[in-house]
């Protein structure tokens, strides 16, 4: 089947540390990968995506590579802010045979939390 | 990325009533809607997806009597919650998705406190 597994949280870190988030996934055909971030009260933002195996996504400092040896897709920041406090959810869209449909299977999510 | 708006943001309601939450995706035609509810603290779980102008395709152990989903247009999909009960309190988001699209794009969600 297809899952998504995220490190379990809470992460505590202080500001201008390195942050890792593990993601591993499950599935079949040929997902794309993301990384969506949550503040607290409000809906999902997508932060970065990778569509192919070896592709890396960017966006505001974090970064992702499609591991497909490893079925990864680890999130980095190479110093956190707080700002950057909220809770991150990796998830895969689901392939139907010819494309991606725009199905998403969720992580259980991370929560960051960065102190000044 | 395209915009989808959803609309109420928050929602209080009454036990045995109906709510209606809207989804529309405001700069392109979204051929297929998602409708997630999160759970506090929990992760998205996909309740059900509608394509425009055919019924929705419910997730198991989602009761499709209960939570009531139109695609009427290619820019706006439905979710009712019908005869709600305080176990529906819940955060739910949709997005929305065509063709060709690699994501889909998500709706800012509807927190929903029934009392």
């Known amino acids: 089947g297809n899952s998504v597994t995220q490190m379990e949280g809470p992460v505590t870190l202080s500001e201008e540390a390195f942050l890792t988030i593990n993601c591993t996934y499950t599935?079949?055909?040929?997902?794309?990968l993301f990384w969506y971030v949550q503040y607290p009260g409000e809906g999902l933002q997508l932060l970065l995506k990778?569509?192919?195996?070896?592709d890396k996504g960017s966006n505001k400092g974090f970064e992702a590579t499609y591991r497909k040896e490893t079925t990864s897709f680890h999130l980095e920041k190479g110093s956190v802010q707080v700002s950057d406090s909220a809770v991150y959810f990796c998830?895969?869209?689901?392939?139907?045979?010819?494309?991606?449909?725009?199905?998403?299977?969720f992580g259980q999510g991370t929560t960051l939390q960065v102190k000044p | 990325g395209a915009v989808v708006s959803q609309h109420p943001s928050r929602v209080i309601c009454k036990s045995g009533t109906s709510v209606k939450i809207e989804c529309r995706s405001l700069?392109?035609?979204?051929?297929?809607m998602f409708w997630y509810r999160q759970f506090p603290k929990q992760s998205l779980m996909l309740m059900a997806t509608?394509?425009?102008?055919?019924?929705?395709?419910?997730e198991q152990g989602v009761e499709k009597d209960k939570f009531l989903i139109n695609h009427a247009s290619l820019t706006l999909s439905t979710l009712t919650v019908t005869s709600a009960h305080p176990e529906d309190s819940s955060f739910y988001i949709c997005?929305?998705?065509?063709?060709?699209?690699?994501?889909?794009?998500f709706g800012q969600g509807t927190r929903l406190t029934v009392v």
């Open positions: 997005s929305a998705s065509r063709t060709g699209l690699t994501e889909a794009f």
């Open positions: 599935a079949t055909g040929y997902p794309s």
């Open positions: 990778a569509t192919k195996a070896d």
């Open positions: 998830a895969l869209s689901l392939w139907d045979g010819s494309s991606n449909t725009g199905k998403l299977i």
């Open positions: 700069d392109f035609q979204a051929t297929t």
């Open positions: 509608s394509n425009e102008g055919s019924k929705a395709t419910y």
